[in-house]
């Protein structure tokens, strides 16, 4: 573990404090089961980095490097338009100063371009990233969203269909349905991580079963 986590007292945090504390010790060992390794930049991993901390010296801002396959757009104008593949994507997660009650939901944004339905490509909230309502109670920690948003990357689950709640980017949601999915180009990255194991029963969604999903905005009221 981290040395700097150690230093801390958990007895002497409470509140908002203890909570910081608790999601940067799971955040901190969650990446260290996922470090990169050395002779393999492309080895999919997880990592982070600390952008902001409070008064305390608890993380209130991460930026989270994911090192894994994924779309980061597409290929020409003529249809069908082929993926473009990148390995490294970066994504910051900023904590309220309300966090984490019930209106104090953490953002999520990528700061490198990813094209998922469930996840903005362009325009003035490029990169927002949307979850479904249910993760984002007060007891979801950071590093199962953090996972969570991992199997996005990967595809392993997404909403593009035109139903409510609707998919985050409409442009993204229809190449799936009328080119990803027609030439298997978003069933690159189908297999589980070993973090994933528990919820093995709800990741590999059929499609049909995504029409169901509800989704919502990191930093929409919960409803």
Not at 50 to 69: A, D, F, Q
Request: with cysteine; proline share 6%; charged share 30%.
């Amino acid at each position: 573990m981290n040395e700097a986590i150690n230093k801390f007292n958990q007895k002497e945090l409470s509140g908002r404090d203890a909570r910081l504390w608790k999601e940067w010790k799971e955040l901190d060992s969650l990446c260290a089961k996922r470090k990169a390794a050395a002779d393999n930049p492309r080895q999919p991993s997880i990592s982070y980095i600390i952008r902001r901390k409070n008064v305390m010296g608890l993380p209130t801002e991460y930026e989270i490097w994911y090192r894994v396959k994924s779309i980061v757009g597409v290929k020409g104008n003529t249809i069908p338009r082929e993926p473009v593949f990148g390995y490294l994507h970066k994504m910051s997660i900023v904590l309220p100063n309300n966090y984490p009650s019930a209106d104090g939901n953490p953002i999520f944004t990528f700061r490198t371009d990813i094209w998922h339905p469930n996840i903005r490509y362009s325009g003035s909230f490029k990169g927002h990233v949307c979850l479904t309502i249910k993760e984002m109670g007060v007891l979801s920690s950071l590093k199962d969203l953090v996972l969570r948003v991992e199997q996005y990357l990967k595809y392993q689950l997404y909403h593009a269909q035109n139903t409510y709640p609707y998919p985050e980017d409409q442009n993204v949601a229809e190449w799936v349905r009328e080119e990803g999915e027609p030439n298997g180009w978003v069933r690159f990255g189908q297999s589980m991580s070993d973090e994933g194991e528990a919820e093995k029963g709800n990741l590999r969604e059929k499609p049909e079963e995504r029409i169901t999903k509800t989704s919502s905005k990191i930093i929409a009221k919960n409803i």
